[in-house]
């Protein structure tokens, strides 16, 4: 079951909220469906679903409503139409109280404004809805205590928030959540306030958490690079409605139209896209129970200087070049074994951004290998593709949106300039 299932979410501000939900409904754009009603449209048809231990960013420009929408994830206001639900539980049919209970029970929200009360310790703050839970002190304590420890700040327990540096402050409303012990966190903009460097840094530190804990988290941010380090999925907002969901590689390599294509034209790509989104299809591998004739034939077919070889479970052993298989053809052996190296090449996981993969490919002679899970050569990357993912990786991108194309046709910038896996065009 999801944690959270948006059907068919509005948000109407102002009156007439049912007339504006009528017009909105087959997709017209907000600005001119509405001319003539009071109504503000903040959140237009929305539908997604975020798995437990998912990460979901929502991401768009200011007012595209992505406030509104993190705020009906909680029941804080009220959807005009449509349905939210929490591990199942339908929030609008719930009571006040009953809704309250869920909330304190359930999802914990992190503000951009870190919310600290500024005459109550470090370790108050992060205990603060224990209290409003009614748990007992030393229970809170503990609990505080803990949340404080999973985000290295268990030596300021004692100290005020005006102490603490801004990253220090936002890491406190972190622990507020964490010690809540709800299974849903809902961030809006949390990060936002922090210079670079600490937002980095604070970044790193909840995905650490995140893969220790394994919390549902809703992170709202209108900064690109942020929701493509962060997000598991992704949800791009524009004008009160969800244009594209998906994550960070389908996103970049495949926008739903003009608009995502041009949003996403300045993320730096190389953070982004992996080595497996680049790597090609490996021309000359042999198994190492091949002689050194047929190796022998391959360097020639191929006319490249280096075989790929694999042994037992296809699992990569390392290459020969022609050196070797020269050598081996002189010393009348039968397999290529006892002239592999693993020298000249070298080898990457498919998840390795290929922002990491520049100084390898400078001291590799040869394509680098990319090794799935199991140690299998899954591909190799030549030099060549990795420069030009780099070139589709510069400013000059933008130019290759079509800025005179209208918003909602399909462009496709950087695949056309990448190649479909990565050739150089
Ligand atoms: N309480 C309200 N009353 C009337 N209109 C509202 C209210 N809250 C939000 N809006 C409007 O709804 C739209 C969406 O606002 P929302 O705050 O959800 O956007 P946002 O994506 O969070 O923007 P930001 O990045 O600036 O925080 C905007 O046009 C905004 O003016
Ligand atoms: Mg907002």
Known sequence: MSALAVKSLYKIFGSRGEEAVRRLANGAPRAEALVGLPATAAVIDADFE????????????????????????????RPTKGSVRVDGVELTSLKPAALRKLRREKISMVFQHFALMPHRTV????????????????ERRERALDALRMVGLEDW??????????????????????????????????????????????QDQLLELQAEL??????????????????DRIAVMRDGRIVQIGTAEEILTDPANGYVA????????????????????????????????????????????????????????GTVTEDEVLRALRE?????????????VRTVSEDTAVADLFADCAESQHPMAVLDAKGRLAGVIPRITLLSALASATPDDVS???????????????TELLGAKGEPA
């Not at 540096?165 to 890491?171: A, C, I, K, L, V």
């Not at 549902?216 to 962060?230: G, S, Y």
């Open 50 to 77: 975020v798995k437990p231990g998912e990460i979901f960013v929502v991401m768009g420009l200011s007012g595209s409503g992505k406030s509104t929408l993190i705020r009906m994830l909680n029941g804080l206001l």
């Open 123 to 138: 370790l108050e703050n992060a205990g603060y809805a224990l209290e409003v839970a009614r748990l007992p002190k030393a």
């Open 157 to 202: 327990a004692d100290k005020l928030p005006h102490d603490l540096s801004g990253g220090m402050r936002q890491r406190v409303g972190l622990a507020r959540a964490l010690a809540a012990g709800t299974d849903i966190l809902l961030m809006d903009e949390a990060f936002s306030a922090l210079d670079p460097l600490i937002r980095r840094e604070i």
């Open 214 to 231: 394994g919390k549902t988290i809703v992170f709202i941010t209108h900064d690109l690079n942020e929701a493509m380090r962060l997000g």
């Open 262 to 317: 041009q949003f996403v034209a300045d993320v730096d790509r190389t953070r982004i896209l992996t080595a497996s989104s680049v790597m090609e299809k490996p021309h000359h591998v042999l198994d190492v129970n091949a002689g050194p004739r047929v190796a022998a034939r391959a360097l020639r077919e191929t006319q490249t200087s280096v075989v790929y070889v694999t042994g037992p479970g296809k699992r990569f052993l």
């Open 332 to 344: 009348g052996r039968q397999s290529l074994d006892g002239y592999v190296s693993t020298e000249r």
């Open 400 to 414: 290759m949106v079509d800025d005179t194309a209208p918003m909602d046709e399909p462009t496709r910038p950087d």
